[in-house]
């Protein structure tokens, strides 16, 4: 194979890493509504046992990676990484605070704007312009947006929805810089941001007033939901672009409430499921029918 065509080869395997690692951030991410709901505690205390044990677990995971130079890679991550880890830690307050005032579907569905907002913070800041074909699936899955929402918007889930819609803005931000500056490694700006998350919310969390059954599942809720959901979604957003990473992390919006209809008989509402479907057919669409651009 020549040099010419190995370029592109490679760059299409990175794209395929890429997509799969978001892929798995969203199978990670979409437990956050299961774990909410399972666990009897204030949202301060839940959002600092998560932020605490998923700091935990990415720290650990870069000491691995990079032995003795973890501190040289968290020195690495600059003004960059400091705003990414700070739009990180807002964006889960406003998550965590936004699950318990709506309803999990309604959460997710919000979310589910992030490649629009992702694809216009990118040609603002930095001139990139998105695919067609992603553009056509961002907004087909707005579609599916507008259906789920037309029936939520009632004055009792206002604070939730916004909350929502804040978290939205944060997390493509987020996603924007990441791409941005690719070359650096966020992967400590990500541990930073989940323990910056539990420091915030301290001053009005009671750490030791949890049952031994919580504990556990916060022990859980904050490595196998937060800390690898936002491993995954770091490297992975490395290699595509914000707005596809966006795209593909929406796939949370049918897999969330799922979980919750399953596990407590959190029923969503038929605009919810329609509006998941169209959803979820985008995403898939983006995936098999469209090839990444380096």
Not at 136 to 155: E, H, K, N, P, Q
Request: hydrophobic share 60%.
């Amino acid at each position: 194979m020549s040099i010419a065509n190995a370029a592109p080869s490679v760059m299409q395997g990175e794209n395929r890493l890429g997509a799969a690692l978001v892929v798995a951030s969203a199978f990670a991410f979409s437990t956050a509504g299961y774990f909410t709901r399972l666990i009897d505690a204030d949202a301060s205390t839940l959002l600092f046992w998560r932020g605490l044990f998923g700091g935990l677990f990415i720290a650990g995971f870069v000491v691995w990676r990079d032995g003795w130079n973890a501190l040289a890679t968290l020195r690495h991550i600059g003004r960059p990484g400091l705003l990414a880890a700070a739009c990180s830690a807002l964006a889960t307050i406003c998550f965590i605070h936004a699950m318990r005032e709506t309803t999990v579907a309604d959460v997710l569905v919000i979310n589910a704007t992030a490649p629009f907002v992702a694809a216009g913070l990118a040609w603002a800041w930095l001139g990139v312009r998105e695919r067609r074909s992603t553009f056509v699936a961002s907004s087909v899955a707005l579609l599916g947006v507008v259906v789920t929402v037309l029936d939520a918007f009632d004055a009792g889930r206002l604070l939730g929805n916004v909350l929502a819609l804040v978290m939205t803005v944060l997390m493509a931000t987020m996603m924007v810089l990441i791409r941005r500056h690719r070359g650096v490694c966020m992967l400590p700006a990500a541990a930073l941001s989940a323990v910056l998350c539990a420091l915030l919310v301290l001053p009005w969390a009671d750490p030791f007033g949890v049952s031994d059954d919580d504990f556990g599942n916060l022990a859980l809720f904050g490595t196998v939901q937060f800390g690898l959901g936002l491993l995954l979604l770091t490297l992975g957003t490395r290699r595509i672009s914000a707005a596809r990473s966006a795209l593909i992390g929406a796939l949370e919006t049918p897999l969330a409430p799922a979980l919750v209809w399953l596990a407590f008989g959190e029923v969503p509402s038929l605009m919810t499921c329609l509006g998941g479907a169209i959803v979820l057919g985008a995403i898939i669409g983006d995936l098999l029918f469209t090839k990444q651009k380096p």
